[in-house]
């Protein structure tokens, strides 16, 4: 029986961590059906599949950043409008 060496299990680690990246593109990005012509056609296809995966994992990292920017500039808003609305009260 050969032994498995350092590399092999590299490899098979790196597999099983694709796979499921695979599936999930092929279900949620559209992969499971090609609609352009050729290995040109397959390329285009793998690459916005890759491209709209890597936007959606960029957009749910920056939620929340973006959620607490939007609060902090409605807030600064909110204090603006409420000290031009004092403002105007005292004259």
Known sequence: ???INYHQIFILLLQAAIEPVIGH???DHRLG???YKGIVGDNIN???AAAGFNFKRMMNKWKLSYCQFFQELFSLLEFA???IFCLKRAF
């Open 81 to 83: 409008t409420y000290k």
């Open 46 to 48: 793998i690459m916005l």
């Open 25 to 27: 593109l092929k279900t």
């Open 33 to 35: 059906r090609n609609f």
């Open 1 to 3: 029986m050969d032994s």
